[in-house]
């Protein structure tokens, strides 16, 4: 096959771990035969910086025009510490997945035997655990009706109906493919828009008979993902709880630079690691990038099916962990290895 892949590094680490997934892509291409074209485009603060929006016209026209989006990270301290910017690094990743329609984020976790020890969760625990979180993307506070004034200031969690049926259905569909067991985590006790996500997936249950399915709160699901996380297959949430719950369930698979995600909908996919910008980190070689290798994988498989050359990724990363060819988040008291020299490892390896 012939791709074109648009790549959005971004800020802070991000084009340090953006090229070593670019290097797994390039070894898995000439592996398997194809042929892959790459265009790069601004995104986040260097956007803001050079055109003024944190997701230029111009970004995301590339991004249309392209079969898949890999992105590393925005975000910038100038930024954070003031209040008052009206374009944020952040700004632009919202843009790109509302202008996309990407309103499904998938994001699984999953452990490795050799990392066990890093979780800080007991071995017992963690052994075994695989889960994935679909956290709604395009919709919840993150979009919905904002006032912000010095007196007073809202955001507000609004869902349409049909809006929380494509997700739920886009859940289920991956539960069937998976251990056949969903949790629609939701907060139905308190909030009208809870009661319409769990109404609607009481509605779409049936539809799936083969598949388990249970609903659960937030605040308890928050505390079942570190008492018992293998009680989880697929879960699916809005949002806002789904951005919390995800950075909760980095921790189980012990570094959040582990975590790979894809964000699917109406347009191009867009194939990103969960961890931020991290700044402190940007330039010395130091970053984690096996979840933005990670996501390179689920780019094979979920925008081009093609499930050898994700796995062959996969493989290479395990391998890496396993023989200890890791970064300094993972490393422990062993050896730690630069963001560049783990990417050389994993790409030779594939
Ligand atoms: C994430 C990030 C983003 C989010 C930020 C950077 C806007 O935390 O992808 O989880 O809140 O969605
Ligand atoms: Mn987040």
């Avoid at 997936?201 to 699901?221: G, L, R, S």
């Avoid at 975590?259 to 109406?266: M, N, Q, R, T």
């Amino acid at each position: 096959m012939d791709f074109k892949i648009a790549l959005l590094p971004g800020d802070g680490i991000g084009p340090e771990v953006v090229d070593q997934a670019v290097k797994a892509v390039d070894a898995v291409c000439k592996k398997f035969g194809h042929t892959v074209t790459y265009t790069k485009a601004l995104v986040g603060a260097c956007a803001i910086d050079a055109t003024g929006k944190a997701y230029p016209a111009e970004t995301h026209d590339i991004c249309m025009k392209s079969d898949a989006v890999l992105f590393g990270a925005v975000g910038d301290p100038r930024f954070d510490n003031d209040p008052s910017a009206k374009e944020r690094p952040e700004t632009g990743l919202l843009a790109m997945r509302k202008q996309l329609e990407l309103y499904a984020n998938l994001r699984p976790v999953e452990t490795w035997k050799s990392l066990i020890s890093k979780s800080p969760l007991k071995t017992e625990l963690v052994d075994g655990a695989d889960l994935i979180c679909i956290r709604e993307l395009t919709g919840g506070m993150y979009f919905g009706e904002k006032h912000e004034a010095d007196d007073m200031a809202y955001d507000t969690c609004k869902y349409t109906r049909p809006e929380i049926e494509r997700i739920v259905i886009k859940a289920f569909e991956i539960a069937r493919n998976r251990r056949k067991k969903l949790t629609v985590v939701d907060k139905a006790n308190v909030l009208a828009s809870s009661r319409l996500w769990r109404k609607v997936a009481q509605e779409i249950a049936p539809k799936y008979p083969d598949v388990e399915t249970d609903y659960m709160f937030v605040d308890k699901a928050a505390m079942v993902l570190i008492q018992n996380p293998k009680y989880f297959d697929v879960m699916v949430t809005e949002n806002t709880f789904g951005d919390i719950l995800t950075d909760e369930a980095s921790v189980i698979a012990g570094s959040m630079g582990l975590l790979a995600s894809a964000s699917v909908g109406v347009h191009t996919s867009v194939y990103e690691p969960i961890h931020g910008s991290y700044p402190q980190a940007a330039g010395k070689n130091i970053a984690n990038p096996l979840a933005t290798i990670l996501s390179a994988a689920m780019m094979f498989e979920t925008s081009f099916g093609l499930m050898a050359e994700g796995k062959a990724i996969r493989d290479a990363v395990a391998a890496s962990i396993d023989n200890g060819i890791v970064t300094e988040d993972l490393a422990g008291n062993n050896k730690a290895y630069g963001t560049t020299e783990v990417g050389d490892w994993v790409a030779a390896h594939i």
